[in-house]
């Protein structure tokens, strides 16, 4: 039997994708949440704000951890699946593979020292700047993988002879075209995930055992988060749709099943193609797609018909890219909801219809930044670097790959298992207001051991 290497190789690295976003979008959006829950709880005198600060930590610690196995595991499939795209590009790309290792480190190890040091220092401030590099470091790790998928999308910062990459310049290669609108929307994505994350675990306590001052408390600040990060979010896919339009059109055309160039370009919503390829049950926005991809209702949106058929993404990218949009205008508008109905005497903003739509952002923040991700690697077909090296080309030609991803498949399922289990033995049967009650009990022996007033 002949094995399809290069259709495997597709699958095993859709999986370890698939697989590392839920940990990388973790691991940069929760360190923010942590900082402002710290610095509110330290303005405000308030211990529940610090305790939130403290339990996010131990949750996030374990996120970190199963991250570092899944990203050595991205690193250790790109040099297994794709080597002829490793022998082509990596010297272009080493500069941000390195620097991303780098800002891990960065982060990992303040995170250690913001760990150990609670209640350590008499300024508490001192305490919160130490969460300053960590969100940093985070992000600093977002930035430059980040930059590296621009790089496969933009590719520049080289010169092409004889088949190699010649005269690289890593640092204009890193800060490609392509890099600030996707690092733009990789952290504002991230942040909402985070947020929307520990809002949806507020609301399900809530549901389930009654509103506690820690949960309402937790519950409004996570939420204010999400809203502000609804609103980046969708400017941050504004910025990217107008660069797909200036830069990868063919892209944006395959989002939106938009087949001829003209002006006046219509969005399309969902639907299907018939036969003849015509769309058939969508809902048409008249002019919309223009005004999205130059901001102007009458400009001219180039077609599928000006690119090679063999050169078209997939079509089935138009879903992607609509679920996505869809997921994050219900996002916002939940956290719309639950601030008129804070601000609105006469409705409840625990009430219950609205406590599970919170509870199921949850899945659809992280749908989100899947499909997000899915898109931009669909929609870059059939390259693996843009315009330079085609993705049959980059694949392996080792029939073992198939076995590489039972292997890789087996190494999550374990890791999933393991994630879940350690989170809910960290966590269950310990109450945040008993933990709070026990914290308190504990200061006051150790004022009463110091001889200090309580």
Request: aromatic share 14%; hydrophobic share 55%; with cysteine.
């Amino acid at each position: 039997m002949v094995i399809d290497t290069v259709l495997w190789s597709k699958w095993l690295t859709g999986l370890t994708l698939a697989f590392h976003a839920i940990f990388a979008t973790v691991g940069v959006g929760v360190p923010l949440m942590i900082a402002i829950a710290e610095f509110v709880g330290i303005r405000k005198k308030d211990p529940h704000y610090l305790l939130m600060a403290k339990r996010w930590t131990r949750g996030f610690v374990i996120s970190v951890a199963v991250g570092v196995v899944t990203g050595t595991a991205i690193a250790l499939q790109l040099a297994l699946v794709w080597p002829n795209f490793m022998r082509l590009a990596g010297n272009v790309i080493a500069l941000p593979l390195f620097m991303e290792v780098f800002a891990f480190f960065f982060e990992a190890i303040f995170l250690g020292i913001y760990m150990y040091t609670w209640d350590r220092f008499r300024n508490p401030y001192i305490h919160w700047l130490l969460t300053i590099p960590i969100v940093a470091g985070a992000g600093m790790s977002a930035f430059f993988i980040t930059s590296v998928n621009g790089f496969m999308n933009q590719p520049e910062g080289f010169v092409m002879e004889a088949g190699h990459f010649t005269a690289v310049d890593p640092v204009q290669a890193m800060l490609n075209t392509a890099t600030p609108s996707k690092v733009f929307h990789v952290l504002t994505s991230a942040y909402l995930t985070g947020a929307a994350l520990l809002a949806g675990i507020a609301a399900y306590v809530i549901l389930r055992k009654g509103a506690s001052a820690y949960y309402k408390k937790a519950l409004k600040l996570m939420m204010a988060i999400v809203l502000v990060f609804s609103v980046l979010t969708t400017l941050a896919g504004d910025l990217s749709a107008k660069f797909l339009a200036e830069h990868q059109p063919e892209k944006l055309a395959a989002a939106e099943w938009h087949f001829e160039t003209e002006r006046g370009a219509d969005l399309i919503l969902l639907g299907w193609l018939n036969a003849e390829q015509k769309i058939v049950g969508a809902l048409h926005l008249p002019k919309a797609l223009s005004f999205l991809a130059f901001g102007d209702f009458d400009a001219e949106v180039k077609g599928l018909e000006e690119f090679p058929p063999g050169e078209w993404p997939p079509l089935l990218v138009h879903y992607l890219f609509d679920f996505m949009a869809m997921i994050g205008f219900v996002m916002l508008a939940v956290a719309f909801l639950y601030f008129l109905f804070l601000f609105w005497k006469k409705r409840n903003s625990l009430n219950k219809w609205l406590l599970r739509a919170i509870v199921a952002c949850i899945p659809l923040a992280f749908l989100g930044v899947e499909l997000g991700w899915f898109y931009a690697e669909l929609g870059r077909q059939p390259w693996i670097i843009r315009g330079y090296m085609r993705v049959e080309e980059a694949a392996t030609t080792s029939p073992n790959v198939r076995i590489l991803f039972f292997l890789f498949l087996l190494l999550y399922i374990v890791l999933g298992t393991m994630c879940v289990f350690v989170l809910r033995r960290l966590f269950r049967n310990k109450p945040a207001e008993a933990e709070l009650e026990s914290l308190r009990q504990e200061k006051f022996i150790q004022s009463m051991e110091k001889g200090e007033p309580v």
